[in-house]
């Protein structure tokens, strides 16, 4: 009995160190799922479902992507392992990060119910092996192994590249570290007809978010008077393209790399653009123009947030701010964002992605004039903007008549 009964002691100890990384993974993951009527045109119409994990047990918050959550005009639902679906309320959705913070109440968060870890280190991620947990295809809380390529930029933005699976149903799930069975990052996409490349949102950026928001701070990035080109063949991505509006600002020229903000060396928007997050007003710069150094300094603001967005329902149709952002400088119109099948906006001749180039012979100033514009039952006159059909046009204007018959302007997130 004396030898066996250390035996039992030590046994017991290294399960309970030697726990799987995956095994804790069930315990934090989620179900996401979540149902919209009325979409921005970043979103699709429908119900969608993905995965999000509990990454703070106090504050109920669960991290998973933007695209999962919609960005707030539907209703989202969440479930523990082994539980029902309840109701989740929007925090934070960042389009530039596919991010979203949704908060659970307390009591419908398991009592064994564990929090995921987050590496916000700097270490290098090439080699890591790794599983992307989430609920592919429907089989839910499975991972897929394999391991990290790099971080690296993509379409305007870092990604951790892997070749651990990600399928529909993992978006938003956690990416693993299956060393330290920290969450590195956030699964959300893989390019279609291709094997092994998938993608996920660093978790580094991700911790800059939510250490704003635990302080009560705007984790916004900013919105930046400057936009960059890049130069694949020589890998870099912040060379000065072009004035976001008008002119570039004092000091910057076309061409010239930025290459450090405050002293900090920076190589891509995703790394300069969470420097900048809970920052507003100037910061200094380095730029290289050639084989010289130039100091600058730029200023800037958080872009506004977008659960303060507001839009216009109009009998099927969601109108909003202009999506593209250089367009939305220069011109300021207004656009149509979506317009739900067999509405009837739609049997009116509303079509999604036109602007409104005026209504009753008005250009509508803002979304409240529009708002006011469409008010009452008598027939208005709307002309929408769209790209032509024809070879050597841009645009093509087309006029209809609309009865109004529901017009109601909202805020995202209500």
Request: charged share 25%; net charge negative.
């Amino acid at each position: 009995m004396k030898t066996i009964l250390p035996l039992i002691l030590m046994a017991a100890f290294a399960t309970s160190v030697d726990a799987s990384p995956i095994d804790d993974a069930s315990t934090y993951s989620v179900r996401v799922k979540s149902t919209v009527r009325y979409a921005f045109a970043e979103d699709v119409a429908g119900t969608s479902h993905g995965a999000g994990f509990l990454i703070n047990k106090n504050k109920g918050w669960i991290l998973t992507n933007a695209h999962v959550s919609g960005h707030g005009t539907g209703e989202v639902e969440v479930s523990f392992k082994g539980n029902d679906y309840f109701e989740a309320k929007l925090v934070y959705v960042d389009p530039e990060l596919d991010l979203a913070v949704i908060r659970v109440k307390d009591q419908n968060i398991p009592r064994t119910a564990k929090e995921a870890e987050l590496d916000c280190g700097d270490r290098p991620l090439n080699g890591v092996p790794v599983a992307a947990f989430g609920h592919p295809h429907s089989l839910t809380y499975s991972a897929s192994r394999g391991i990290i390529s790099k971080v690296r930029y993509y379409h305007g933005v870092d990604w951790i590249q892997t070749d651990a699976a990600i399928n529909p149903g993992n978006s938003g799930g956690p990416l693993i570290d299956l060393g330290t069975g920290k969450v590195v990052g956030i699964n959300a996409m893989a390019i279609k007809d291709t094997e092994g490349l998938n993608f996920a949102v660093p978790a580094k950026p991700v911790c800059k978010v939510l250490n704003l928001l635990m302080a009560d701070k705007d984790p916004s990035p900013p919105e930046l008077p400057i936009s960059f080109a890049v130069n694949t063949e020589s890998e870099e991505y912040l060379i000065l393209g072009a004035a976001a509006q008008s002119e570039l600002p004092q000091g910057f020229l076309l061409g010239d790399r930025l290459a450090k903000v405050d002293s900090h060396h920076i190589e891509t928007p995703t790394a300069l653009k969470t420097y900048l997050r809970g920052k507003k007003g100037d910061v200094n710069v380095l730029l290289k123009r050639g084989n010289k150094e130039v100091k600058a300094s730029l200023t800037f603001a958080p872009e506004p947030l977008i659960l303060d967005r507001q839009y216009v329902k109009a009998d099927g149709a969601l109108i909003a701010e202009d999506p593209y952002p250089e367009r939305r400088g220069l011109e300021g119109f207004y656009h149509v964002q979506s317009v739900r099948e067999g509405s009837y906006a739609e049997r009116s001749g509303w079509i999604q992605y036109r602007l409104i180039m005026s209504i009753d012979g008005t250009r509508p100033t803002s979304l409240s004039h529009i708002n006011d514009l469409l008010s009452g039952e008598n027939k208005k006159v709307i002309i929408f903007r769209g790209w032509s059909a024809q070879d050597n046009k841009m645009h093509d204007y087309h006029e209809v008549s609309y009865w109004p018959y529901k017009v109601e302007l909202k805020r995202a997130g209500e």
